[in-house]
């Protein structure tokens, strides 16, 4: 079992700039594919961005946003940078072994959220 903590979400003003941090506990996740998704209200969840030995982005974030992964910290990270209104959603964390997917259902262990409001 794998358990994921998100922490860094907040307020910032259109422009800004968040870290979003992800702590994984019960097992190493350096042979994890890691995900951040989101969801806004009244929306379906997105993926956002993701990591195994290589990254991908959601178009829509590509440019602005960062994922990196500390293996010795157990941690995953997303540097978001030039925050838009529209970026407003909570985030959440995922966690598969294996590759990289863009679909939430193939992920299997999955953090509580953390709220990003970014206001105009």
């Known amino acids: 079992q794998v358990q994921l903590v998100e922490s860094g979400g907040g307020l910032v003003q259109a422009g800004g700039s968040l870290r979003l941090s992800c702590a994984a506990s019960g097992r190493t996740i350096s042979t994890y594919a890691m995900g951040w998704f989101r969801q806004a209200p009244g929306k379906e969840r997105e993926f956002v961005a993701a990591i195994s030995w290589f990254t991908a982005y959601a178009d829509s974030v590509k440019g602005r946003f960062t994922i990196s992964r500390d293996n010795a910290k157990n941690t995953v990270y997303l540097q978001m940078n030039s925050l838009k209104p529209e970026d407003t959603a909570v985030y959440y964390c995922?966690?598969?072994?294996?590759?990289?997917?863009?679909?939430?259902?193939?992920?299997?262990?999955w953090g509580q959220g953390t709220q990003v409001t970014v206001s105009s």
């Open positions: 995922a966690a598969r072994i294996g590759t990289i997917y863009t679909e939430g259902e193939r992920y299997d262990y």
